[in-house]
C-alpha cells in the first residue's frame, strides 16, 4: 500500500483520493448581520453548498456548532433545526455531504437524511457517538486532534513532540473506531490545525507532515483563515485567501488528501497547477 490511501468510503461514494480533494466550508450558524431569523440563514447556506458546487468543490462540509476557540456549543435541537434544512438541500447536489458535528443525535438524523461523511472535531468521544457512526454500515468519518474543549483548549498546548502525540491520538482514536466495526477505508485523520496549538505548533504540524503518513489514514487539513495565518501576515480572517491557498498548497505537497477551505475556486485552481506538476514527477525510487 502506498503512503496515503487512495479511496475514502463515504456513505454513497467511494472518494478517488488520486487526486487531492477540495472540501468546502458551509456555516450553518446564524449569520449575527441577518435579522431575517432561520429561514433567511437556511436559504443562505443552501445558496453557499450551491455556490460552491458551482465553484468545483469535491466534499461540502456543513457545521452548526462554531468551534472557534472559546466558542460554546448550541443544543442538540438548535443544532438539529440550524443543520438538517441545509443537508437535505446538499443532498440532492451529487457531492458527497459532510456535517461537522460531535452530537451523537445529530449524525443520527443527518445520516439518516443522506449525509455521507460525520466529520467530528471531537473524533467520536462523546457518548454515543461512535455507536452513531458504526450503526451505518459505510458513512465516512474524519477523527482530528484536540484537547479539552473549544472553550478552554487554548490553555491546552504543552507538547513535548506535537507530531507524534498527534499521531498517537489519532492512531488510538482510529483503532477504537475499527474495534467497533468501523471499517479503515471509512477514516481519515486530520491533524487539527489550531485546535489545542500554538501557532508554532501549527507550523511544526506543517513542516513534519509527512510523518503523519506513517498512520496509513487518508489526511484532511484545515488551514482555511486560521489564526496562525493572522499571525504571520497580520490580517484579519477576510484577508488570509492568499495564505489559505499557500498553506492548503503545501498541505497537499506533504501528503493531503483532502483540504478544508472556504475558498473553494481559488484553491481548486491552485490544485490544478499543482497537479498538473505532480503528474510529471518521476515514479519514487
Ligand atoms: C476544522 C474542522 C479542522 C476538521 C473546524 C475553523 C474552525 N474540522 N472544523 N478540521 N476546523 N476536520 O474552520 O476555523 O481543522 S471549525
Known amino acids: 500500500m502506498s503512503a496515503s490511501a487512495t479511496v475514502w ?17 458551509v456555516n450553518a450558524t446564524p449569520d449575527s448581520f441577518s435579522d431575517g431569523g432561520r429561514y433567511r440563514d437556511a436559504d443562505a447556506a443552501r445558496a453557499h453548498c450551491d455556490a460552491l458546487v458551482e465553484q468545483g468543490v469535491d466534499i461540502l462540509d456543513i457545521g ?24 437535505r438541500h446538499a443532498v440532492t447536489l451529487g457531492v458527497p455531504v459532510s456535517v461537522d458535528t460531535s452530537s451523537p443525535e445529530v449524525m443520527r438524523a443527518v445520516l439518516a437524511a443522506g449525509a455521507d461523511i460525520v466529520n467530528d472535531v471531537r ?14 454500515p459505510t ?8 484537547r479539552g474543549e473549544p472553550a478552554t483548549m487554548q ?23 475499527e474495534a467497533a466495526g468501523i ?60 495564505a489559505s491557498v499557500a498553506a492548503a498548497l503545501m498541505a497537499v505537497e506533504r501528503g493531503a488528501r483532502i483540504v478544508r477551505v472556504h475558498d473553494v475556486g481559488a484553491t481548486v485552481d491552485a490544485l490544478k497547477v499543482w497537479s498538473a506538476v505532480a503528474c510529471c514527477r518521476r515514479p519514487a525510487a
Open 183 to 242: 471499517a479503515r477505508e471509512r477514516i481519515a485523520a486530520d491533524p487539527g490545525v489550531g485546535f489545542a496549538k500554538t501557532a508554532a505548533h501549527n507550523l511544526e504540524l506543517l513542516a513534519r507532515q509527512r510523518e503523519l503518513l506513517d498512520l496509513q489514514m487518508p489526511l484532511l487539513v484545515g488551514w482555511s483563515r486560521k489564526g496562525t495565518l493572522g499571525q504571520l501576515t497580520g490580517r484579519p480572517a477576510g484577508e488570509r485567501l492568499a
Open 123 to 136: 473524533s467520536l468521544l462523546r457518548p454515543g457517538a461512535l455507536e452513531a457512526v458504526a450503526a451505518h
Open 155 to 177: 490553555s491546552l498546548t504543552d507538547y513535548d513532540d506535537v507530531v507524534a502525540e498527534v499521531a498517537g491520538f489519532l492512531r488510538e482514536r482510529a483503532a477504537a473506531l
Open 9 to 25: 468510503q463515504t456513505a454513497r461514494f467511494r472518494i478517488d483520493l488520486s487526486r487531492p480533494r477540495v472540501m468546502g466550508i
Open 64 to 87: 452548526g456548532e462554531s468551534t472557534r476557540p472559546g466558542s460554546v456549543a448550541p443544543d442538540v435541537d438548535e443544532e438539529l433545526a440550524r443543520v438538517l434544512p441545509v443537508v
Open 139 to 146: 458513512a465516512g468519518v474524519c477523527v482530528m486532534h484536540m
